[in-house]
């Protein structure tokens, strides 16, 4: 069977009878589910796909008991790695369909599981969907995973009516771009229609051309690195046939010959289209257009980050070249670059949450300040809460953390319930070692405490502190516990480990009398007291960042300064966000025998 296939388009369609949904970076599939419990996953080109994700086969087994009164079914979907709701990983899914070797397989899918994002219904219950109206079968898809179907491997892809407001969520998560389905549209194979579009979202790059491969036809893409030419990537199609051969012809006529091609210093200069950067390659680049009102010194690799960050115009980025950390010469771009990309990740433990900031307009070596209430020149966009005469900042999108980003925040503190709640939404174990040196006592302490929460059926997540400590936070659904309850629970905890270990660890408060021992902070969980955010940089010499972790990297290999501003993105695209689940998982707590120990 022929899948239905998108038609490229530069506009989105608009009007009551479209519907919108997020396009993923991935392998079409389509997934077939028989009676006799068989799965096949199919690609567009009628590969089979099944034996390359055994974590999807054995999620449908699980469920298999759910959807048995639904089989067969055959869902139309896209297989992905999900970096976040709205982007995927396509390098992932690469190495995943490249895989032959079982054991590699698995351990691929153990390390970064995939997900089948499913958008469209074809087949249920043995009955053909194909005729019906796209509307009517993207509404018993929604039933079938309401019913029988929760699952983080097989997902259901939502639709939007607004377009705007779906793009608004691809455009800051980064995603690939938006698919326009027609409501009334009938399953029809390959491109032979008008109901389905996809709109890419592209980012513009600029830079120079400075070698053309007449092999090939391929352009190399380049920017300045300082003093230093920098090879971004190449490109080859998008000019028209006009433009094209002018291009060219320059670099036949006025290039110097090599057995490569043609080169030219800088001086074209160019803009072009590309879905992303990894690794000197751009992915899937096109020419937009020549730009010979540009000067190459105009292209630069801070404007080539910024551009690919997709910085939201209306921020006016300035002076990214300033050291913002001077010993490791990470600079205001780098920062800027660095809480662009991870806002999707940091934003969650940031919404509806009275923010303190540390600023540092002129790096961390400079004056600082604390900043608690949102000043008068601060932007519309900006969320706040009126308390008296003062706006107290809340930090609800992307374009407001890179604003303030911008303006020189480099730490980001946040108090554990949300505004105008009583109630907290997580509880914090801080471990503080006393100094660096003695960071092997926060791991000790945070491989002590784990089992006691495991013991109480508590599901809990760590992070670096960004600084010299580790800590724990533990979920929990809203308005289950209050302030009180929770001073008892980690008094009870903090005890227990300081009697367990008394020459170890302690709950003193004062630091003269801790004698080197790690200090369990547990009095810091209470109200409007903050925590540092997670993925918040520190005010550190190294740029060091406050970074979740998997609970087996808490070991002897984990150090302080291990994760920068530089790695930290890096990290989180080969490893995944080891908070993934947070949000997930708070409403899963079971707080019964917390409970008891509270009453106890």
């Known amino acids: 069977m022929e899948m239905m296939k998108p038609i490229p388009s530069t506009e989105i369609p608009r009007g009551e009878e479209w519907l919108y949904e997020v396009k993923y970076d991935g392998f079409r599939c389509v997934l077939t589910w028989d009676t006799k419990g068989k799965i096949t996953l199919t690609s567009k080109n009628n590969k089979e796909l099944t034996a390359n994700f055994p974590e999807i086969v054995a999620n449908c087994q699980e469920l298999e008991p759910n959807v048995l009164d639904k089989l067969p079914i055959k869902m139309d979907g896209e297989m992905v790695v999900l970096n976040n709701p709205f982007q995927a990983n396509f390098s992932w899914i690469q190495k995943r369909g490249r895989l032959k070797n079982t054991e590699s397989i698995q351990k691929a899918s153990n390390r970064r599981p995939a997900s089948f994002m499913a958008f469209d219904l074809l087949q249920e219950n043995g009955s053909d969907l194909l005729s019906q109206p796209f509307n009517d079968r993207k509404k018993a898809l929604n039933d079938l995973f309401k019913e029988h179907i929760k699952s983080n491997r097989i997902q259901y892809v939502n639709s939007y009516e607004d377009p ?341 660890f302690t709950t003193e408060r004062m630091k003269k009398k801790r004698n080197g021992r790690l200090y369990i902070d547990y009095v810091q969980h209470g109200k409007d007291k903050t925590i540092i955010a997670p993925y918040s940089p520190r005010m550190t010499k190294e740029g060091s960042i406050a970074t979740p972790l998997f609970w087996e990297e808490v070991n002897e290999d984990l150090t302080p300064e291990k994760f920068t501003v530089k790695n930290t993105l890096d990290r989180v695209q080969e490893l995944g966000c080891p908070f993934a689940d947070f949000f997930e998982v708070r409403n899963k707590q079971n707080l019964d025998k917390v409970m008891k120990l509270i009453k106890d």
Not at 409 to 418: D, N
């Open 164 to 504: 705007e407001e779906l793009w608004k969520k691809i455009y800051d998560h980064k995603g690939e771009g938006m698919i326009a389905k027609r409501k009334k549209s009938k399953y029809i194979g390959g491109k032979g229609h008008r109901d389905w579009f996809k709109m890419k979202n592209w980012r513009s790059l600029q830079g120079f051309l400075t070698h053309y491969d007449n092999q090939n036809g391929y352009y190399s893409f380049r920017v300045f690195d300082g003093n230093k030419i920098h090879e971004v990537g190449k490109c080859k199609h998008g000019l028209d046939d006009e433009s094209a051969e002018t291009l060219r012809q320059l670099f036949i006529t006025n290039g110097e010959k090599s057995t490569g091609g043609y080169s030219l210093p800088p001086a074209i200069c160019a803009s072009i289209h590309s879905l992303d950067l990894y690794k000197n390659e751009l992915r899937e680049p096109e020419f937009v257009q020549l730009l010979p009102q540009v000067s190459a010194q105009e292209c630069t690799i801070e404007k080539l980050m910024i551009d690919l960050a997709m910085i939201p115009e209306r921020i006016g980025v300035s002076k990214t070249e300033k050291y913002y950390w001077p010993e490791k010469k990470i600079t205001k771009g780098d920062l800027l670059f660095y809480i662009r990309e991870i806002s999707p990740y940091m934003l969650p433990f940031l919404k509806e949450r009275a923010l303190t900031l540390i600023r540092c307009p002129d790096g961390v070596e400079e004056e600082h300040f604390y900043q608690k209430h949102l000043p008068d020149y601060a932007p519309d966009f900006i969320d706040s809460l009126k308390i008296g005469n003062d706006r107290i900042i809340i930090c609800n999108d992307m374009d407001s953390l890179v604003w303030f980003a911008n303006h020189g925040g480099l730490e980001y503190h946040v108090p554990f319930q949300t505004v105008n709640k009583p109630n907290p939404l997580e509880i914090v174990f801080d471990l503080d070692p006393p100094n660096r040196e003695r960071f092997d006592l926060a791991i000790q302490a945070a491989n002590i405490i784990k089992p006691l929460l495991d013991d109480l059926e508590l599901i809990s997540f760590v992070k670096t502190s960004g600084n010299k400590g580790i800590q724990i936070h533990i979920p929990i659904p809203e308005n289950s516990l209050t302030y009180d309850d929770t001073a008892v629970f980690t008094q009870a905890i903090a005890y227990t480990v300081e009697g367990a270990y008394p020459n170890l």
